[in-house]
């Protein structure tokens, strides 16, 4: 089935484009196609009026509808959708209600203004979502005619339905963020026509893909205590020490707070060239501090054993280095731990990123900075 989205003359191409080519990475048998817009000239021809254009009625979208498809030679069962500017005026049926859109048999008509709060200023998901909620009811067999038709729809807020008649502006961020059909909508839906039920997975993946990009995702940003590094590089956090059996883990750690916030490759770490004598210095200072070596000045023809097996072993089989910041990462908070960030060929670079203010060297520690 068609489905033909044109807009009024107000109306910019990018939010029909946008709203497009977002209905249609949802794949089925409704096709949405952008159509010619309408002119000011055809609009005030149709409604037989000379003065300017501010809003259109129910019967009104009938009269253009039907223009419409005759201008444009569309079927009667494919769907019609306006794109609109102009204000959508329905009180005559229900003074109360602020209306995002309406349909009439298979003319649809939504509204492209005030969406902007509702969508993170992304108002092509809002009008997607009027557009197919606009279709199921149509399909539905639902009908906006009298005042005594909205019976068919949801009154009560108990219920969260794509049917909700939303009469109170709030509700339409329940629909938009729930993307739900309730059991007894689609039961009535599937039953009508057997295509209907093809249409449904196509609809309810487009709900769902609005619900989705609608989530607002917030970044906790996580708290720090202070890091307190004593001369004899035992560590605390929040006032608790640190444990480490292995020493190993305990000289990298070390080297990563004294480095804090600067990033290192595997190799930049262990290597030999003048690009890595002042990370190796860095390093080695850190490892003779735990291994109870003091501050001795290192002295790279004299690198200790350990160090030198872990230069040897760089770019030779597997890498261990991600082993060894999984442990490190286990006896410290999540946000105090080693983290890692790909380069893009494979290559990690790892990282420890407390703020300054938080983490507290010895100013003898200072000059270990590589």
């Given at each position: 089935?068609?489905i ?7 109306v910019?191409a990018?939010?029909i ?6 209905l ?8 949405f196609?952008k159509?010619?817009?309408?002119s ?5 021809r ?12 129910f ?10 498809r ?12 306006f ?17 995002f ?16 709060g509702?969508?993170l200023?992304?108002s092509y ?15 539905s067999g639902?009908?906006?005619?009298e ?16 049917n909700?008649f939303?009469?109170l ?14 059991e ?12 209907n ?13 609005v ?11 996580p708290?720090?205590e ?14 608790h020490?640190v ?30 060239d003048d690009?890595?004598n ?7 200072k850190s ?19 350990l160090?030198?097996?872990?230069i ?6 597997s890498?261990?280095?991600?082993s060894?910041r ?18 893009g060929?494979?290559k990690?670079?790892?990282?420890v ?5 938080k983490?507290h060297?010895?100013n003898?520690?200072?000059g270990?900075?590589r």
């Amino acid at each position: 089935m068609n489905i033909y989205i044109s807009g009024t003359p107000g109306v910019s191409a990018s939010t029909i484009n946008d709203t497009i080519r977002f209905l249609n990475k949802s794949h089925g048998q409704l096709i949405f196609i952008k159509s010619e817009g309408l002119s000011e000239k055809q609009l005030s021809r149709v409604l037989k009026t000379e003065t300017q254009i501010e809003s259109f009625d129910f019967p009104q979208l009938d009269d253009i509808a039907d223009f419409y498809r005759t201008f444009k030679e569309i079927e009667d069962a494919d769907f019609i959708v306006f794109l609109s500017d102009y204000k959508l005026d329905y009180e005559k049926y229900d003074g109360e209600k602020r209306w995002f859109s309406y349909f009439s048999k298979r003319n649809i008509v939504v509204k492209t203004y005030g969406w902007e709060g509702y969508t993170l200023n992304r108002s092509y998901l809002a009008i997607a979502h009027q557009i197919v909620e606009n279709i199921f009811q149509s399909l539905s067999g639902l009908i906006i005619k009298e005042r005594a038709d909205f019976d068919m729809y949801h009154f009560d807020n108990n219920s969260v339905c794509i049917n909700n008649f939303a009469l109170l502006e709030e509700q339409i961020k329940i629909k938009l963020l729930s993307g739900i059909i309730c059991e007894t909508c689609i039961s009535k839906f599937s039953s009508r026509k057997i295509e209907n039920k093809y249409y449904y997975q196509q609809i309810d993946d487009i709900l769902e893909r609005v619900r989705r990009e609608l989530k607002i995702k917030v970044r906790i940003e996580p708290v720090f205590e202070d890091v307190n590094v004593h001369e004899d590089g035992s560590i605390e956090i929040g006032g608790h020490k640190v444990v480490f059996e292995k020493k190993y883990l305990h000289y990298l750690y070390l080297f990563f707070l004294v480095n804090n916030g600067n990033s290192f490759t595997e190799k930049n770490i262990f290597q030999l060239d003048d690009y890595g004598n002042n990370t190796l210095i860095s390093l080695i200072k850190s490892y003779n501090i735990i291994y109870g070596h003091g501050y001795t000045p290192p002295n790279l023809n004299n690198i200790p054993k350990l160090i030198q097996k872990r230069i040897k072993s760089v770019g030779v089989g597997s890498s261990t280095f991600n082993s060894y910041r999984s442990e490190i990462c286990k006896l410290v908070p999540e946000q105090y731990g080693i983290s890692t960030l790909s380069n893009g060929n494979k290559k990690f670079k790892f990282s420890v990123n407390i703020p300054p203010e938080k983490l507290h060297l010895p100013n003898s520690f200072l000059g270990f900075r590589r």
